[in-house]
């Protein structure tokens, strides 16, 4: 396995990458070109095809951020490999590789795991990784917020839709550019450039407006008196599921965040769609609150695979 021959992501892969999660449709939220590309910058993912198998991996990850497990210089953290038999992939690179940790593991691939090898006899621990677990809602229930559980979001949205003379638009090329506005407006407001995790999501949001036109992502812009008030930018992660990348909204307009979450899954997803996966919280004990309290109906569970240190 040479690894040496990876390449960064670019968008000219887009098609190997579409190729792959199309015939392996994914649950977690990280599996879409769209958000692959967005964070490339932040992750410095390569990647390379290795026997029928996507691999993705980064030399840095973490590394700033998080202690790594196997408390190595040399780490290379992986993403689950895409393909047909992910856990034979996993055992092949330990068996290669001394210090790796495959992140963001889903329960399937883990069940494959313990099934066919011995774990314990390897030195391979599995860790839950609580912190990325996605959200994942009944769309309908998304939708409508309604029932005693959601009172209070439907209020939220109730007040919106009586209070403001709105506007809702699907993402084209036209809108695309006042997402950009509100964007930078919210970051403003919210002081993004002294806190790392909203400056690296502002750059994030910045290559997907960039490259608007090649990614294949929709969303929608809600406006007031033409005043931007909320955007939001997802994407069909697998048949039955719309992932939501990104969502802001002002909150000084009331309800905007209910608002743009109720009128965008009304106006953009099809029939077909049975879930929306809202990705993780990141340990952030407000965002785990919020997340919440909107009542998943599901959580896609990750795991942490690496070698126990000797």
């Not at 996507?54 to 210089?73: A, G, R």
């Not at 806190?195 to 997907?208: G, M, S, T, V």
């Not at 608002?259 to 106006?267: G, Q, S």
Request: aromatic share 12%; hydrophobic share 35%; with cysteine.
């Amino acid at each position: 396995m040479d690894l040496d021959k990876a390449k960064k992501i670019e968008l000219s892969d887009k098609k190997i990458f579409n190729n792959y999660l199309s015939k392996h449709p994914p649950e977690i939220s990280e599996f879409t070109f769209t958000n692959l590309f967005a964070w490339q910058n932040y992750y410095n993912n390569l990647f390379i095809e290795v026997e029928n198998h996507l691999l993705i991996f980064s030399k840095t990850f973490l590394k700033q951020w998080k202690k790594p497990k196997t408390n190595s210089d040399e780490v290379l953290f992986f993403l689950p490999p895409i393909g047909d038999i992910p856990h034979e992939i996993i055992l092949s690179l330990f068996n290669q590789i001394d210090t790796i940790e495959i992140h963001r593991v889903p329960e399937n691939v883990i069940s494959d795991l313990k099934e066919n090898a011995n774990l314990e006899e390897l030195g391979i621990k599995i860790e839950e990784d609580r912190d990325n677990w996605d959200y994942v809602y009944d769309k309908q229930a998304l939708e409508d917020l309604s029932g005693n559980k959601y009172r209070s979001k439907r209020r939220f949205l109730d007040s919106f839709l009586e209070e403001y003379d709105y506007e809702f638009h699907l993402l084209s090329e036209e809108w695309i550019e006042t997402c950009r506005k509100l964007q930078n407006k919210w970051c403003i407001i919210n002081e993004c450039q002294s806190n790392e995790d909203l400056a690296q999501e502002q750059k994030a949001i910045d290559r997907l407006i960039d490259n608007y036109s090649e990614l294949d992502y929709n969303g929608g812009l809600l406006l007031v008196e033409e005043d931007p008030v909320a955007y939001t930018f997802g994407e069909m992660l697998n048949e039955k599921t719309t992932v939501i990348h990104i969502e802001k909204a002002h909150r000084h307009y009331n309800g905007s965040y209910q608002a743009i979450n109720h009128i965008f899954l009304e106006k953009c997803c099809g029939e077909g769609t049975e879930y929306v996966n809202r990705e993780q919280d990141l340990g952030i004990p407000g965002m785990r609150k919020a997340k919440q309290s909107y009542h998943p109906d599901h959580m896609v569970k990750k795991y942490i695979v690496y070698r126990e240190e000797s």
